[in-house]
T-cell receptor, first 116, second 118 residues
Framework: AQKITQTQPGMFVQEKEAVTLDCTYDTSDQSYGLFWYKQPSSGEMIFLIYQGSYDEQNATEGRYSLNFQKARKSANLVISASQLGDSAMYFCAMRVYSGGYQKVTFGTGTKLQVIP | EPEVTQTPSHQVTQMGQEVILRCVPISNHLYFYWYRQILGQKVEFLVSFYNNEISEKSEIFDDQFSVERPDGSNFTLKIRSTKLEDSAMYFC????????????????FGPGTRLLVL
């Protein structure tokens, strides 16, 4: 069974500072993808970044980077230079593709608040 | 930029009634998904759909739920007899596999339909 754990229900960060949101995962499958989504108070889900299990380099997308440590089964999201608009819920998710089927599991989320 | 659209944005229904939630995925996408998010809780996977059939479903997706791609553009989720606990935000998503090992990358979410069952 797949599992995503986000241990930080809420975090505060000062504007312009960097912040790391933790995510650990558990799966026995060798081929999987890890994602981070942002959910503002308006409710939509916004894709931020993706890391494939076979990717050797950490993914980066602008101010977002994914610190992928496969041996530790962690996929932490790093947001550099936080902005007020970064205040939102952040969800880590894993997609497993095995035997022609796919399954998606989300974590419980981390609520980030950026302080001016 | 292409986007996933969902209608209606809000729906209120009586317990026991049937509801159909509609989604228009991005046109060249091949995989389609439904998720739900009960207020204040995490996003839960319901079902994935590929090549006109369900490829995976969760334990939430019981006989009360069904999905359909009635034409080349729409992807629907039907709840046959709604229960109070079906009240949630329902998200549709779509993606196209681009990873060489078959693991899909970006999944694009629609804005969601907020369903309230009274």
């Amino acid at each position: 069974a797949q599992k995503i754990t986000q241990t930080q229900p809420g975090m505060f960060v000062q504007e312009k500072e960097a912040v790391t949101l933790d995510c650990t995962y558990d799966t026995s499958d060798q081929s999987y993808g890890l994602f981070w989504y942002k959910q503002p108070s308006s409710g939509e889900m916004i894709f931020l970044i993706y890391q494939g299990s076979y990717d050797e380099q950490n993914a980066t997308e602008g101010r977002y980077s994914l610190n992928f440590q496969k041996a530790r089964k962690s996929a932490n999201l790093v947001i550099s230079a936080s902005q007020l608009g970064d205040s939102a819920m952040y969800f880590c998710a894993m997609r497993v593709y095995s035997g022609g089927y796919q399954k998606v599991t989300f974590g419980t989320g981390t609520k980030l608040q950026v302080i001016p | 930029e292409p986007e996933v659209t969902q209608t209606p944005s809000h729906q209120v229904t009586q317990m026991g009634q049937e509801v159909i939630l509609r989604c228009v995925p991005i046109s060249n996408h091949l995989y389609f998904y439904w998720y739900r998010q009960i207020l204040g809780q995490k996003v839960e996977f319901l079902v994935s759909f590929y090549n006109n059939e369900i490829s995976e479903k969760s334990e939430i997706f019981d006989d009360q739920f069904s999905v359909e791609r009635p034409d080349g553009s729409n992807f629907t989720l039907k709840i046959r007899s709604t229960k109070l606990e079906d009240s949630a935000m329902y998200f549709c998503a779509s993606s196209v596999p681009i990873d060489r090992r078959g693991v899909q990358e970006t999944q694009y979410f629609g804005p969601g339909t907020r369903l309230l069952v009274l």
